[in-house]
């Protein structure tokens, strides 16, 4: 049984503390039951996560109304569940997948985001912060993928103001190169917009980390156990 009470109650204390912020709020839903779903959607809560692609599936199919986000890894052998039915993709990490899900893609083009291994951690998923650069111009040739920021996870044991704050200098990095190779085909740099205009969005921060997340500039949060789970 879902206490539904307490659910609304935490949801409305997370909207209006990340309102205040302007950021956008994922409710991670992997362990939440249908019926704690139903509950935030007829409050108004429009963007789920989901980190098995049936399960996304599963869910967009049964709850049409809403946004449905894949923020796990992903098996090439899945990538039309993804494509026909993810309003984004969180954890692209490899070129491979990429093209597969883009192959399926029809009508529209699917926002997506790199997943950054921002500490370098052998287990964790995501390129390395230095592989960043080449594979967001190998995505540049899928036009049924649009490359709108970029997704981290802290690392378990670690720093995770250390790791949010080098996503936002990684984003940040990629921002000025672009204004820079911009302002080189401008006869003046004056006038070059500054790199807080971001055209990189940060999604970061789960449940134990978010409000670290938001104090780097994260415009997306992750949050699972917190919202769903009492205690
Ligand atoms: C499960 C999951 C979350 C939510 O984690 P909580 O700590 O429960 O908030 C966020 N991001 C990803 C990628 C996840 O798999």
Known sequence: MVNKQALLQRWHALCAELESDHVTMLAVSKYAPDEAVQCLIDAGQMDFGESRAQNLRDRALQFPSVRWHMIGPLQKNKAKYIARHAAMWHSVEDIETARAVAGHVSDRRLPVLVQVNVADIGHQHGVS????????????????????????????????????????????????????????????????????????SLCMGMSGDYRIAIAEGADMVRLGSGLFDAG
């Not at 993928?145 to 690392?155: D, E, R, S, T």
């Not at 378990?156 to 000025?176: K, W």
Request: with cysteine; proline share 7%.
């Open 129 to 200: 912060p230095d592989a960043v650069a080449s594979l967001l111009s190998e995505l540049e040739k899928l036009p049924a993928l649009q490359v709108i920021g970029l997704m981290c996870m802290a690392p378990r044991q670690g720093d995770a103001h250390a790791c949010f704050a080098a996503l936002r200098s990684l984003r940040d990095g990629l921002l000025n190169r672009s204004l820079d190779a911009y302002a080189s085909q401008q006869p003046s740099r004056s006038g070059a917009p500054g790199s807080e205009s971001s055209g990189l």
